[in-house]
């Protein structure tokens, strides 16, 4: 730990001599951003309690991107008929800069047919700052 620390101070002293003390401060934002991010945990709780204990959680791709995947995870129920399945959305793939913030999640059963309604937020992020956020409602039947 003393070492890295040690390696640290060498850069900032570094970038300093080069760049100027703007870099620095710059390039110490950067840092403690991501930091920050990788810290905390961001870990949503899916809506399935105790009561599916003997039932399966099922997930389907509802959204491919070049980096990301947006998923659907439901709960797999034979007597679900008219009946709303919990359902929740999750991002798995690239998500550095990138955060999806699921707003609502609708499932249901027809005639057989899965049918579902997501809202989210998408939030682009650069050292901390929200860049650019926008909504997104994905629908389809499976």
Not at 20 to 42: E, M, P, Q, Y
Not at 68 to 74: A, K, P, V
Not at 108 to 132: C, D, R, V
Request: with cysteine; proline share 2%.
């Amino acid at each position: 730990m003393i070492w890295f620390l040690f390696i640290c101070f060498g850069v900032l002293k570094l970038v300093k001599e080069n760049m100027g003390i703007a870099s620095v401060v710059i390039f110490v934002l950067g840092c403690l951003s991501f930091l920050s991010a990788g810290v905390k945990n961001t870990r949503q709780e899916l809506p399935f309690g105790k009561e599916i204990a003997n039932e399966r959680v099922e997930t389907i791709n509802i959204k491919k991107k070049l980096l990301y995947n947006l998923d659907l995870m439901y709960v797999d129920r034979q007597d679900s008929t008219g009946k709303q399945i919990p359902a929740t959305t999750v991002k798995h793939g690239f998500v550095v800069g990138h955060e999806w913030k699921p707003l609502g999640t609708t499932v249901y059963s027809k005639n057989g047919i899965l049918h579902y309604t997501a809202i989210g937020l998408h939030e682009w992020k650069f050292l901390g700052l929200t860049l650019y956020s926008d909504g997104d409602e994905l629908k389809g039947t499976k």
